[in-house]
């Protein structure tokens, strides 16, 4: 079993930042990464940004791509997404994946 527990979500305006976190736990196979993906509402889920435990691969989608930064500190089994220059398309509930377990959400709002 895997626990993954987001925080860090909040109501913003546009160009602010905000840093989500995951707390993982449980079975989390170092081999395997973990991602980031976001629901707004009405829409379709879509993949956000991607690292593996040991930080040497990420990948971002184009719409994120220099605004957002993920990351991962190992000892806490915590995945990072800062995010900054936020726009009000970032709304969304923003989840933390690792292979099938999703972690419960965080809302993110950003106003104009």
């Known amino acids: 079993q895997v626990q993954l527990v987001e925080s860090g979500g909040g109501l913003v305006q546009a160009g602010d930042s905000l840093r989500l976190s995951c707390a993982a736990s449980?079975?989390?196979?170092?081999?395997?990464?973990i991602r980031w993906v976001r629901q707004a509402s009405g829409k379709e889920r879509e993949f956000v940004a991607s690292?593996?435990?040991?930080?040497?691969?990420?990948v971002y989608a184009d719409s994120v791509k220099g605004r957002f930064t993920i990351s991962v500190d190992m000892p806490k089994s915590t995945v990072y997404l800062q995010m900054n220059n936020l726009k009000p398309e970032d709304t969304a509930v923003y989840f933390c994946?690792?292979?099938?377990?999703w972690g419960q959400g965080t809302q993110v709002t950003v106003s104009s």
């Open positions: 994946v690792f292979q099938n377990y």
């Open positions: 690292i593996t435990w040991s930080g040497d691969y990420i």
């Open positions: 449980g079975r989390t196979f170092r081999n395997y990464s």
